[in-house]
């Protein structure tokens, strides 16, 4: 899912902390806000859920990358996908 192409190079600016998505790399084109990550499956027989992750300020430094990811902080639970926050 967050496989780098062949260069190292990704479009993600953001990373997911806490919760059912800790570690997984977003795309945020914005300064505020909630958004809503797929939660990762362990197998496709489980149903799609997705959590609700807040945008900070707060940048963190990951080995490799040049610049600093946008942290987003686990909001709540983890809930059904397609459905409003």
């Known amino acids: 899912m967050n496989e780098l192409p062949p260069d190292g190079r990704h479009e993600c600016n953001a990373i997911c902390l ?3 998505c800790h570690g997984v790399l977003a795309h945020v084109d914005q300064d505020i806000g909630i958004l809503t990550v797929p939660v990762p499956r362990l197998s ?3 149903p ?3 959590a ?3 945008i900070t ?3 963190v430094r990951y080995f490799g990358q040049g610049e ?3 942290a987003l902080h ?3 639970p983890p809930c059904s996908c397609g459905l409003d926050p």
């Open 74 to 76: 686990w909001a709540d």
């Open 57 to 59: 300020r707060e940048r």
């Open 48 to 50: 799609e859920t997705c």
């Open 18 to 20: 806490g919760g059912p």
């Open 68 to 70: 600093p990811y946008i």
């Open 44 to 46: 496709p027989d489980e």
């Open 52 to 54: 609700r992750y807040r």
